[in-house]
């Protein structure tokens, strides 16, 4: 069985400053990995997606993500962030073969001024 | 035309009542997902359609009935539901053929609100 921890449920940023949302993976087979946000009353959108290419991946809205085998993670970052950006974000896993796609627990995002 | 569109947008519905759910994407996708989302909750997923075959359930219970009457559409049937069924349902969507780059990522519709009186 594959599953995402997301550690955080919440994270307050000031504007421009740093932001990192954590996600460690278990998979008994190489994941594919993702990270969603969602914006109030929204659906889910795709940030970024790992599957098994370049192990930095870059995302829209200025997002990146490394995947670490050796870690198991696959953190969210982002180098300054807006205002924009306060949302839940949910980090997701699938294996490749299979139709299942399992969220983590969600960290939501608030940006202060 | 990259959406998933998900009809009505809010629902709201007594316990006796008998409605539907519905989402449509034109984007050639073969599998198509429902989930349920409840407030500060992530998604949890209900059924999957691969190919118009119901492939999971996540044992849901029977007052949902899915539906996938072709590769475009996707209905959720309610019955006799209960107040604690009232959530945000998604509806996502991916192409399913392997090979492809795009193959494992899911596209989301905007979801339906259902409350359930």
């Known amino acids: 069985a594959q599953s995402v921890t997301q550690l955080g449920s919440h994270v307050s940023v000031s504007e421009g400053a740093l932001v990192l949302l954590r996600c460690n993976y278990s998979s008994s087979v190489p994941p594919y990995l993702f990270w969603y946000v969602q914006y109030p009353n929204q659906g889910l959108q795709l940030l970024l997606k790992y599957t098994s290419a370049a192990t930095l991946v870059k995302g829209i809205n200025g997002f990146e993500a490394e995947f670490k085998k050796s870690e198991t993670s696959f953190h969210l970052t982002k180098p300054s962030a807006h205002m924009s950006d306060a949302a839940e974000y949910f980090c997701a896993v699938k294996s490749a073969a299979g139709n299942k796609l399992t969220f983590g627990g969600g960290t939501r995002v608030l940006v202060k001024p | ?117």
């Open chain 2, 1 to 117: 035309d990259t959406e998933v569109t998900q009809t009505p947008k809010h629902l709201v519905m007594g316990m006796t009542n008998k409605k539907s759910l519905k989402c449509e994407q034109h984007m050639g996708h073969r599998a198509m997902y429902w989930y349920k989302q409840k407030a500060k909750k992530p998604p949890e997923l209900m059924f999957v359609y691969s190919y118009e075959k119901l492939s999971i359930n996540e044992s849901v219970p029977s007052r949902f009935s899915p539906e996938c009457p072709n590769s475009s559409l996707l209905n959720l049937h309610l019955h006799a539901l209960q107040p604690e069924d009232s959530a945000l349902y998604l509806c996502a969507s991916r192409w399913g053929a392997r090979g492809s780059s795009g193959a494992n990522v899911l596209t989301f519709g905007a979801g339906s609100r259902l409350t359930v009186l």
